[in-house]
């Protein structure tokens, strides 16, 4: 471990970069840059309650002592609809919870691919009270579709607003909707990258499991309150979970502290917690699709760990050929999270799905993370529609009816500075092909030019003595490596002559250091 390291990482970008298809990843070494990290953030309510987490937790353990039942499904009708006819329906803004408070919650009614209802309830301090569906307080495609509406149809999940962007406007900022996933936008942000309460099998030969929230809570705030409570059950075939939300603007940042305890009905080959998905579809690593005008497509970039010894660790994403799953050991955990790190419209050129200002997500760990590793996902995908990754912390210690879970998390949502990373980044991938001399018994080598800048190398003079790390994992033999300052200052680059090994992908793992003088 370099003790000094001031940058590493793959693949941040500027306006245009290509290169051939090279999976890599770099590890951040920084120990001494931060002595805490983001830290626990602090959560003050002012609101007594008729309902807090413990009664979430008594219904848990009584559903899970019992056999899985699925909740029913909406009429097949309603099943059919395509997105474009469920965006048409949504509820009357006089008829949602809470219209003249700073949090408003707005219901979702069920359809299309939301096929299973589930239950609200509104707490306050004397009373918990359900939340009735009326469709005659949504606004539905048409007269005829309204008809065809049946009378106790029920939620699909919900969404809240507050004023992120200005005192009168009415922003989305979290949403609930299908199986057990959320999604958190800060201000000026579209939605991207969501959250889950819970991955399990997630890649394994036995196919994944989907739990789901079926009945929520939400804690009437006070006028002057800053934050938002929401309690959730979870229920699935392998599983019930109790889970408290704190939802907390925080600036140019959305803040939600998650607090859960799982409960299972059987032994579980795998659990994902603060689980995460994401889109990557292209990118400045690897070919354009053959008909794709647009220089990129994706919602992250890569995913970021800081480690319990204090290291950084960033994997650049890509679109495997075949299904990959990647495993880092993650004992202690700091955080980790789906960074998009591209924020300039040039980067992608699509006006309608605005990629660069999809959020980045940053889980900080406060309890329940110990012996483990981070486990990333990657299924193949022709389009920019699916979330084909998936990130989250398995813990090692097993998990059945024996051993329950619980854990705590604060899920940051932004731009890319969410993760308060200190280091520098590489900016700019520039990758080629190189022909090798017989003699060297090599019929090709890449060149690998990675552009650094930013964190420690911003001010640093052109005589600093900056070295290289880098380690291959025997993918590839490097015959060549340099480091040298660019006429832009603050700008560095690595470059390395890589020769492969085999026909496998080169693994790449790099980072900067200052040298010893």
């Not at 949504?90 to 707005?106: D, E, T």
């Not at 309460?197 to 997630?202: F, K, L, N």
């Not at 919602?299 to 990959?324: A, I, K, Y």
Request: hydrophobic share 40%; with cysteine; net charge neutral.
């Amino acid at each position: 471990m370099l003790p000094n390291s001031i940058g590493s990482g793959l693949i941040g970008g500027t306006c245009p970069a290509r290169g051939v298809q090279l999976s890599a990843w770099g590890r951040r070494f920084g120990p001494l840059i931060l002595a805490s990290f983001l830290g626990s953030a602090l959560f003050f309510t002012s609101v007594a309650q008729a309902f807090d987490l413990n009664d979430v937790n008594i219904q848990a353990k009584q559903l899970a002592a019992s056999g899985y039942v699925a909740t029913p499904k909406i009429p097949e009708a309603l099943s059919q609809i395509d997105q474009a006819t469920f965006d048409r329906i949504a509820i009357k803004p006089s008829a949602a919870l809470w219209p003249s408070a700073r949090f408003g919650i707005s219901p979702i009614a069920a359809g299309f691919m939301y096929q299973q209802p589930v239950s609200l309830y509104e707490v306050t301090a004397q009373s918990v009270a359900p939340v009735v569906f009326d469709k005659a307080k949504f606004d539905w495609p048409s007269p005829a579709f309204a008809q065809m509406v049946p009378a106790n149809l029920g939620f699909a999940g919900f969404s809240v607003d507050y004023p992120l962007t200005g005192q009168d406007s009415h922003d989305v900022m979290i949403t609930f909707l299908g199986g057990a996933q959320f999604g958190v936008v800060a201000a000026n942000q579209v939605p991207g990258a969501h959250a889950r309460g819970v991955a399990i099998d997630t890649g394994l030969p036995q196919g994944e499991k989907f739990p789901m929230f079926t009945k929520f809570w939400l804690v009437r705030p006070e006028s002057t309150d800053s934050q938002l409570t929401i309690y959730a059950l979870l229920d699935g075939e392998s599983l019930t979970g109790a889970y408290e939300f704190v939802v907390r603007p925080n600036g140019d940042q959305v803040d939600v502290q998650v607090t859960a305890n799982l409960f299972p009905r059987n032994g579980i080959s795998r659990v994902g917690l603060a689980p995460m998905s994401t889109m990557y579809y292209y990118g400045q690593i690897g070919q354009r699709p053959a008909g794709q005008w647009r220089p990129a497509a994706y919602e992250s970039d890569g995913l970021l760990m800081h480690t319990g010894e204090g290291n950084w660790v960033f994997r650049s994403l890509r679109n495997p050929s075949e299904l990959r799953t990647n495993q880092f050991d993650a004992d202690g955990i700091r955080g980790f999270g789906f960074m998009q790190r591209q924020t300039r419209f040039c980067q992608f050129e699509d006006p309608i799905s605005r990629f660069e200002k999809r959020p980045s997500l940053w889980v900080t760990t406060e309890a329940g993370f110990g012996k483990g590793k981070i486990v990333l996902v990657q299924i193949p995908t022709n389009s920019d529609v699916h979330e084909n990754q998936i990130a989250f912390f398995q813990p090692t210690d097993p998990v059945d009816p024996d051993h329950p879970l619980s854990f705590a998390y604060t899920l940051s949502v932004g731009n890319s500075r969410v993760a308060d990373e200190p280091l520098a980044e590489v900016r700019r991938p520039l990758i080629g092909t190189v022909k090798i001399a017989p003699e060297d018994k090599t019929e090709k080598a890449y060149r690998v030019n990675l552009d650094f800048a930013g964190g420690k190398l911003s001010g640093l003079g052109n005589n600093t003595p900056v070295i290289a790390q880098i380690n291959t994992h025997d993918t590839a033999n490097v015959l060549e490596q340099a480091v040298i300052p660019l006429p832009e200052p603050g700008h560095w680059r690595l470059s390395m002559l890589l020769a492969p090994t085999s026909k496998a992908e080169i693994t790449l793992d790099a980072n900067l250091a200052l040298g010893k003088k």
